[in-house]
């Protein structure tokens, strides 16, 4: 029997502390050591392969919830599905005789309209609100998605990336799959961070970077997954920065290192490359020493 894949899973309190551009010096760092599947679990928001340029090689359909759907043959346009629907989902025509129709958007998915149409008209459906892909990368494969605008459950679609990615690993004997993870503590964090063995969370030394930290901590704790700090951008306020490290010390939790603001960071954004295939920078030096800390925590071994 293949032995579980190690999950470490990237997250942060919000969006734009350099979660990602973190996410893909860790990919490049690790894939240099062991094989990795990688998991971009932002599925509202993906972009992980800006950074490694993936090769797509699958592409599926995702589907989930029930909308109502009207067989436009069968509809006699009695409006009896307008008066049972609660969410105004129900589209009237404006000349009468002709079929009714769907907001697909407004649909809660009850069925009451199903149950009261005379002549069965209606049916419920679950409609497509997503793709997944298997895509290929320089550091291994890419398992990402891509959930369609206004589209909800991105919980779901999130779980099934990581399931992706972590059998993927286990087939093929990988020792670790590194996860993008979304921002915030919702849903679709929860998701990601569920059966990891390590969550590294990036935070920036701002007041709202250490409440985010707070909260995201608390969901952690709450779901037993140990946790990793690493304070992005950390010389600018070292105010912020020791008061996040005092923060840290008092909740008992490891606290790796203060990435340096460096502009080669954004340089490397620009070029499509992490900062440690791009250049030996502060910034490049410090994301290494991270590494070294991810993989003894995570019992790894890899080459020194």
Not at 62 to 88: H, M, P, Q, T, Y
């Amino acid at each position: 029997m293949s032995t579980a894949p190690k999950q470490l899973v990237i997250i942060s309190g919000k969006g734009g502390t350099g979660k990602t551009s973190l996410a893909a010096a860790i990919a490049h760092l690790a894939a240099g050591e062991l094989p990795i599947v990688i998991a971009d679990a932002d599925v509202d928001a993906a972009n992980l392969d800006l950074v490694l340029h993936p090769t797509r090689l699958e592409s599926h359909p995702f589907s989930n919830g029930l909308v109502a759907e009207i067989d436009e043959e069968k509809c006699i346009s009695c409006g009896l599905c307008e008066e049972a629907c609660r969410f105004d989902a129900i589209l009237v025509p404006d000349r009468t005789g002709d079929p009714y129709g769907i907001d697909e958007v407004a649909c809660d998915g009850c069925a009451a309209c199903v149950y009261h149409c005379p002549v069965e008209a209606i049916t419920m459906r679950e409609p497509q609100v997503g793709e997944w892909y298997l895509s290929e990368t320089p550091y291994g494969p890419l398992y990402h998605a891509h959930l369609f605008a206004g589209a909800d459950n991105s919980g779901k679609l999130v779980t099934l990336v990581k399931q992706q990615a972590k059998l993927r690993a286990m087939d093929d004997g990988r020792p670790l799959v590194v996860v993008d993870g979304p921002p915030g503590i919702g849903c679709p964090v929860i998701s990601a961070a569920s059966g990891a063995d390590l969550a590294l969370i990036v935070v920036e030394p701002t007041l709202s970077g250490a409440h985010d930290l707070a909260r995201v901590l608390e969901l952690t704790d709450h779901f037993g997954v140990p946790a990793l700090v690493a304070i992005n951008k950390g010389d600018l306020s070292e105010q912020q920065s020791a008061a996040i490290e005092a923060f840290c010390r008092e909740r008992g939790v490891a606290l790796s290192v203060r990435i340096p603001y460096d502009t080669l960071v954004t340089e490397a954004m620009v070029a499509g490359q992490p900062i440690t295939a791009w250049a030996e920078s502060p910034a490049a030096q410090a994301i290494r020493a991270l590494w070294a800390t991810i993989k003894a925590r995570l019992g790894l071994q890899g080459k020194e």
